[in-house]
């Protein structure tokens, strides 16, 4: 026991965190680009595994099976965990998948920024905030055309939607994911603050 924490409970959060891990490490930007037979992914544009910088090699599909991907790993993640044990373990998967996109150790950790896989756990875990989130980010993309700064606004609207609808935990877990993908896109944030961030529609 650990502060009041048992073995058990400690090694099934480990367990389950790992798993989701794993899930989350799959790139599927990488595979995708290289089955299709494309420039290796993290040699172009901003280098970055996510559908936004498979769009950059032109091939739209491949963006949105990226996306795709990068979204269901960690829904499947989550509710894997959800059916077979319980919530609690859910949300360590949920979380190891986040961690597993952002460090992926088939990439020696260097991965994408999350907003994919932040969404497919929240598709898992609740999806009507993983809509709610969909909603906000479409509407300051359109009013705007900046994808970061949609992804930004909704994400921080997040966890406080969690804890209206009563997901406390969720609210929480989600708090802390929000930050973490604040911090992966500061370089994002700091040339939304210069005004030159790239706009939907053209090559950033």
Not at 48 to 58: K, P, Q, S
Not at 81 to 106: K, M, T
């Amino acid at each position: 026991m650990i502060n009041g924490v048992e073995w058990p409970l400690l090694a099934s959060l480990a367990a389950t965190f790992l798993f989701g891990y794993l899930c989350g490490s799959i790139p599927f930007g990488v595979i995708l680009t290289r089955l299709a037979g494309t420039q290796d992914l993290r040699g172009i544009g901003s280098g970055n595994i996510g559908a936004t910088n498979v769009l950059r090699t032109g091939r739209k599909a491949l963006a949105a099976a990226t996306l795709l991907g990068d979204m269901l790993k960690g829904t499947a993640a989550v509710l894997v965990v959800l059916c077979l044990f319980n919530r609690n373990l859910a949300l360590a998967a949920g979380l190891g998948a986040f961690i597993g996109h952002l460090f992926p150790v088939w990439l020696r950790f260097k991965g994408g920024k999350g907003v994919a896989t932040y969404i497919g756990v929240l598709l898992g875990l609740a999806w009507p905030i993983a809509l709610a989130f969909c909603g906000i980010w479409l509407a300051v993309a359109a009013a705007t055309r900046y994808s970061s700064l949609a992804a930004l606004i909704a994400s921080l609207a997040t966890p406080p939607l969690l804890w209206t609808v009563g997901s406390s935990r969720e609210a929480v877990m989600f708090v802390v994911l929000t930050l973490v993908l604040w911090i992966t896109h500061r370089d994002n944030i700091a040339r939304l603050v210069r005004g030159t961030e790239g706009k939907i529609g053209r090559n950033a």
